[in-house]
């Protein structure tokens, strides 16, 4: 009889560990996806940057993308979706030197379990190219 409570306490112990597991990989995967695609958005910003198209004002609203989707039976379904967005891209540079640099802070938020969001955060400089 001890030996089965025994044995029902290690299997419940080790089933908890394995739910424990599988969220904090689902959850690394969910971010993982989310640099993943503000990286991409950053650097499409940055090009453009470069080539002199200066991004405009952002929209307050951003940009909504599904990080993470289900499909069944060919109909796709969004798990989670983030809302990318930047600020607003401002000159650094001084009027008297060469090249011109730009900021450009973006990021992207998304909900998680809790009542909490995660979020990520880029702030890099981007030179605009000259001929």
């Known amino acids: ?3 089965i409570m025994v044995i029902g306490l290690v299997a419940g112990s080790i089933m908890l560990g394995i739910t424990t597991v599988e969220k904090k990989l689902f959850n690394i995967r969910l971010k993982e996806q989310a640099f993943e695609i503000l990286r991409n958005y950053t650097n499409f910003l940055g090009s453009r940057i470069a080539v002199g198209d200066i991004p405009s004002k952002p929209t307050t609203s951003g940009l909504n993308i599904a990080i993470y989707q289900n499909e069944v039976n060919n109909i796709v379904e969004d798990i989670y979706t983030a809302n990318m967005n930047y600020e607003e891209v401002r000159k650094v ?9 730009y900021t450009l802070y973006t990021y992207i938020v998304w909900p998680n379990e809790s009542e909490l969001k995660d979020t990520l955060h880029f702030y890099t400089h981007q030179i ?3 001929n």
């Open 93 to 101: 540079s001084k009027p008297n030197h060469n090249g011109e640099v």
């Open 128 to 130: 605009k190219l000259t």
């Open 1 to 3: 009889m001890l030996g």
